[in-house]
C-alpha cells in the first residue's frame, strides 16, 4: 500500500466545538480537520497520496467534471467499538463497487490499497471525531465520502485524462430525525430515475440527480421518500431515490428486486440478503410487480416492507402513497424488519461476533 502524506490541519476545530458537533451531529453538515486525496494524470498514473486540511477544492472553471458529469461517489461509515478502536464495514465492496462505477463512467480504476489506505490514514488523523454510541439504539458514527471526479481543463466530448480523488469525513446520527419510525414512500410514476444500458447500477451524481424532481414530489405530498419504477413498462418496483427495496411476506420470505442496469448493488442490501437466512428468511431476487405488491398486501401476504442502505441503516416503510392508492403497513416497524437492523448494527458496532469477516479496522 502507497503511504499517504500527513499535513496536518494546524487550525483544527477546538475541543469543545468537535464535542458539541458529536453530541448533536445531524447528517452530512459538518466535517472533519482532514480530507485524503491522490491525483491522477495519464502520464503519472495515480500519485500525490495525501492527508491534508479539509478546504475548498480549487478547479478550473473547464474542468470536466462541471460540464459532463464524469464523477462516481461512495459511502460508508466508521464505527467507533466499546474498546476505543474504530472499524469499518465491508469496504472492500465499495472498493469494488467504485471501479465498476469508475468503468461504466471512463474514469480511472483505484486499487483496492489505495481506497482502503485513504479511509484509514484520514481516520486515523481524525479519530477524535468518532462519537461512541451511548446506548444500543444510539446510531452515531462518522461518515465516509469517497468521491472521483474528472478535473481536466478540457471542454470537448470525450473521457478526462485527469482525475482527483477524495475522501472526506462527517460525524453523522440518524439519517431520518426522530429515530427508528416507518416512513411514507411515494410512487413516482412518470419521473425514472435510471433505465437499462444507462448508469442506474452505477454510484454517480447524475443517478441522484435524476431523483430529486421525484423527491420533491414526494415531499409536497407528504412522503420522505420516492420509489421508482422500471422505465420501460412502468411495472415493476425498483428502488428508492438512494435506497434499496425490501418486503417481507408472511411465509418468512424476503423479496427484494433483482439487480441490472439500473439498480443498485448495496452493501447493505447485500449484507441483509446474508443474513436474512440467519432469521429464519429465505431470499427471493427477481422482479416485483407493482401489482403484486398491492395484490398480496391486500391478501395479508406481504406483511412489512422497508428500505436499506448505508446512510439510513434499515428503515421500516409504513405506507406506499400513489395518486390513486395506498397501501398501509401500519405506524409499527415490523417484527423481522427490526431483527435484521438490531442484527446488522450489532456488528458493526462491534457488540456482537463478526463471524462473517465483514469488519475492517481504521484506528
Same mark, same amino acid.
Given at each position: 500500500? !502507497?503511504?499517504?502524506?500527513?499535513?496536518?490541519? =494546524?487550525?483544527? +476545530?477546538?475541543?469543545?466545538?468537535?464535542?458539541?458537533?458529536?453530541?448533536?451531529?445531524?447528517?452530512?453538515?459538518?466535517? @472533519?480537520?482532514? &480530507?485524503?486525496?491522490?491525483?491522477?494524470?495519464?502520464?503519472?498514473?495515480?500519485?500525490?497520496?495525501?492527508?491534508?486540511?479539509?478546504?475548498?477544492?480549487?478547479? #478550473?472553471?473547464?474542468?470536466?467534471?462541471?460540464?459532463?458529469?464524469?464523477?462516481?461517489?461512495?459511502?460508508?461509515?466508521?464505527?467507533?467499538?466499546?474498546?476505543?478502536?474504530?472499524? !469499518?464495514?465491508?469496504?472492500?465492496?465499495? +472498493?469494488?463497487?467504485?471501479?465498476?462505477?469508475? /468503468?461504466?463512467?471512463?474514469?480511472?480504476?483505484?486499487?483496492?490499497? #489505495?481506497?482502503?489506505?485513504?479511509?484509514? !490514514?484520514?481516520?486515523?488523523?481524525?479519530?477524535?471525531?468518532?462519537?461512541?454510541?451511548?446506548?444500543?439504539? #444510539?446510531?452515531?458514527?462518522?461518515?465516509?465520502?469517497?468521491?472521483?471526479?474528472?478535473?481536466?481543463?478540457?471542454?470537448?466530448?470525450?473521457?478526462?485524462?485527469?482525475?482527483?480523488?477524495?475522501?472526506?469525513?462527517?460525524?453523522?446520527?440518524?439519517?431520518?430525525?426522530?429515530?427508528?419510525?416507518?416512513?411514507?414512500?411515494?410512487?413516482?410514476?412518470?419521473?425514472?430515475?435510471?433505465?437499462?444500458?444507462?448508469?442506474?447500477?452505477?454510484?454517480?451524481?447524475?443517478?441522484?440527480?435524476?431523483?430529486?424532481?421525484?423527491?420533491?414530489?414526494?415531499? +409536497?405530498?407528504?412522503?420522505?421518500?420516492?420509489?421508482?419504477?422500471?422505465?420501460?413498462?412502468?411495472?415493476?418496483? /425498483?428502488?428508492?431515490?438512494?435506497?434499496?427495496?425490501?418486503?417481507?411476506?408472511? #411465509?418468512?420470505?424476503?423479496?427484494?428486486?433483482?439487480?441490472?442496469?439500473?439498480?443498485?448493488?448495496?452493501?447493505?442490501?447485500?449484507?441483509?440478503? /446474508?443474513?436474512?437466512?440467519?432469521?429464519?428468511?429465505?431470499?427471493? /431476487?427477481?422482479?416485483?410487480?407493482?401489482?403484486?405488491?398491492?395484490?398480496?398486501?391486500?391478501?395479508?401476504?406481504?406483511?412489512?416492507?422497508?428500505?436499506?442502505?448505508?446512510?439510513?441503516?434499515? @428503515?421500516?416503510?409504513?405506507?406506499?402513497?400513489?395518486?390513486?392508492?395506498?397501501?398501509?403497513?401500519?405506524?409499527?416497524?415490523?417484527?423481522? !424488519? =427490526?431483527?435484521?437492523?438490531?442484527? &446488522?448494527?450489532?456488528?458493526?458496532?462491534?457488540? @456482537?461476533?463478526?463471524?462473517?469477516?465483514?469488519?475492517?479496522?481504521?484506528?
Amino acid at each position: 500500500m !502507497t503511504e499517504f502524506q500527513l499535513l496536518k490541519n =494546524m487550525q483544527p +476545530a477546538p475541543d469543545a466545538v468537535r464535542e458539541a458537533i458529536k453530541e448533536k451531529p445531524g447528517f452530512g453538515v459538518h466535517f @472533519t480537520d482532514h &480530507l485524503s486525496h491522490i491525483r491522477y494524470t495519464r502520464e503519472q498514473g495515480w500519485h500525490a497520496h495525501t492527508v491534508k486540511p479539509y478546504g475548498p477544492i480549487v478547479l #478550473d472553471p473547464a474542468a470536466s467534471v462541471f460540464h459532463y458529469a464524469q464523477e462516481i461517489f461512495e459511502g460508508l461509515k466508521a464505527y467507533r467499538h466499546a474498546d476505543g478502536s474504530v472499524w !469499518t464495514f465491508r469496504p472492500q465492496l465499495n +472498493a469494488a463497487r467504485l471501479n465498476r462505477s469508475a /468503468e461504466r463512467l471512463a474514469l480511472p480504476q483505484l486499487t483496492e490499497a #489505495d481506497f482502503l489506505g485513504s479511509l484509514s !490514514t484520514l481516520v486515523s488523523a481524525d479519530a477524535a471525531w468518532v462519537a461512541a454510541p451511548q446506548h444500543d439504539l #444510539d446510531e452515531v458514527s462518522l461518515y465516509l465520502r469517497p468521491f472521483m471526479i474528472a478535473s481536466e481543463k478540457f471542454l470537448g466530448v470525450r473521457s478526462s485524462h485527469e482525475a482527483d480523488y477524495y475522501v472526506i469525513a462527517s460525524p453523522a446520527g440518524p439519517y431520518f430525525a426522530g429515530g427508528v419510525k416507518p416512513v411514507s414512500i411515494w410512487l413516482s410514476r412518470d419521473l425514472k430515475r435510471a433505465s437499462a444500458g444507462g448508469t442506474g447500477f452505477a454510484k454517480c451524481g447524475g443517478n441522484y440527480a435524476a431523483s430529486l424532481a421525484a423527491g420533491d414530489e414526494a415531499t +409536497a405530498n407528504g412522503c420522505q421518500q420516492v420509489l421508482f419504477t422500471d422505465a420501460a413498462e412502468g411495472r415493476y418496483v /425498483e428502488e428508492l431515490g438512494g435506497m434499496n427495496l425490501m418486503l417481507v411476506t408472511s #411465509d418468512d420470505k424476503l423479496l427484494t428486486p433483482e439487480l441490472g442496469d439500473s439498480i443498485l448493488d448495496g452493501v447493505t442490501r447485500r449484507s441483509v440478503l /446474508e443474513l436474512a437466512p440467519q432469521l429464519g428468511l429465505s431470499v427471493e /431476487e427477481r422482479k416485483i410487480e407493482l401489482a403484486e405488491w398491492c395484490e398480496r398486501h391486500a391478501a395479508g401476504e406481504i406483511v412489512e416492507a422497508f428500505a436499506c442502505g448505508t446512510a439510513a441503516v434499515i @428503515t421500516p416503510i409504513g405506507k406506499l402513497v400513489a395518486d390513486d392508492f395506498t397501501i398501509d403497513h401500519g405506524e409499527e416497524p415490523g417484527e423481522k !424488519t =427490526m431483527a435484521l437492523r438490531k442484527t &446488522l448494527l450489532d456488528i458493526q458496532y462491534g457488540r @456482537t461476533e463478526d463471524t462473517n469477516g465483514w469488519l475492517y479496522r481504521l484506528a
